[in-house]
Every structure is written in C-alpha cells, then in structure tokens.
C-alpha cells in the first residue's frame, strides 16, 4: 500500500520538475524500483499520475504530453486495438484517419489491406502506408505540427469536406465519465469535425490511459461513435456506452 507520505513527495517532486522517474523516486526514498512501480501505478489509477516510460507526469489539462512518451504509452494495447480495428475494415473502403499514435498503430496495421482509400492530415500515417503500394493515400494540406507530424487549420479542414468517407476513424486525448472525447488542438478538431460531417460511421480508438485524462477542446459526444476500440473500459462508461449506442470492442 502507498503510504500517504510518500505519495505526496511524488506529486510535490511531479509539480516541481515536470516527471518523476522510477529510478529517481527509489533513489530518493531509497525502496525498491518495484515499489515505486507499484505506487506509480496506484496513483495512475487514482488519476493523480500519468504513466509515461520510466516514470510519470501529471494528468495533463490544456496542454499534451511529449510526442515520443505518448508513444511509449499502453503501446502494447494500442496495438492489439488497431490490428481489431483493421480487422474488421473492408477491403476497398474509404478512410479519414487523423492525428495519433493509436492511429499510427492503425495505419501499420492496415498494411496488408487493398484498394483503400485513406485521406489523413497524420503524415506518420501517410508514411506507414506509402509502404503498401495497393493502398491510396491523400495527405491533407494545413499547417504543419512539428512535434507530431500533425498538420491542422482551415486548409486541411476544407480539403477532408470534399469526401464522403465509409469511416471516420480518430483518436483522441481525453475521454470523460459522461462520453465525450476531447483534444488539446482546436485547428486540429477543425479537421475532425469536417471528417465526421462526410463519414458514414465514426469509429474512436482510445486506451485506457485516455479515460483518465483531461483536455480542453471537444471533438466529439459518443452518440456520434458507432465503435469504440478500447483495451480496457469502466463499468460506468461501458453503460453510458450502452445507452448512447456505441458499442465497446476491445482488443
């Protein structure tokens, strides 16, 4: 059991420099790196925490985690969530897929599809699949995202309005308890907003980590979501999914 002291240090430490590591804290406190594992983990699952590799941050509010640490992140399962995915796309579909490393993981996933047609303002995304010549690939024009290989704004939201998509399918930062997805990007939104306006389904990507999260700017209400892929989800969320008619794949 984490102990009411410690678990105060760590937050005081988090606040103060941003992350703690793993083998910092053990250093500190002088315990095992297995105890500080699991009092990371306790204080993830309380949402106090963010586990990150070799560490954690705080639950993040107005602004997103590192590009490469949202990576590292339930990699694993964002994984098994995009091969689910990718498993249950036609052949010869048309796809928005947006900014995310769970699309990302999508895209690699997709590799071994033909005749898709995706439309992406991800240019990860468009490099994965550049890599399977049966697939068609449409990078949105915009402004571009250093940190992420994002590209948002007005430009890239008026190219994806001239598709009708068979799917939509996004990631997002945050998910709340009533349902609702969220990000840190407006002009990023933007570009899913006008991707949801011509799909005929939408389709969410979200590990577990995303339900203990906070971001500022909605994309999306789950009655909008026709599929959720998902690791691992809460009994009250799981409900609210129910009733607005999202239903829960997990991978």
Known sequence: MLSSFREREILEIARSEGKVTVEGLAAHFDVTVQTIRRDLNEMANAGRLERVHGGAVLPSGVRNIAYEERGRVNADAKAAMAARCAADIPNGSALFINIGTSTEALASALLGHDGLLVVTNNLNVARILSGNARCNV??????????????????????????????????????????????????????????????????????????????????????????????????????????????????
């Open 138 to 251: 449409l990078l949105t024009g915009g402004r571009p995202r250093a940190e992420d290989g994002g590209l948002v704004g007005p430009v890239a939201a008026r190219m994806v309005r001239d598709f009708a998509f068979d799917y939509a399918i996004l990631g997002c930062s945050a998910v709340s308890e009533t349902g609702v997805a969220y990000d840190f990007d407006i002009d990023e939104i933007a570009v899913s907003h006008a991707a949801l306006a011509g799909a005929r389904e939408t389709w969410l990507l979200a590990d577990h980590s995303k339900f203990q999260r906070n971001a500022p700017a909605k994309i999306l209400d789950f009655a909008d979501v026709a599929r959720l892929y998902t690791d691992e989800i809460p009994d009250t969320l799981a409900e609210v999914c129910a009733s607005k008619g999202t239903e829960v794949l997990p991978g």
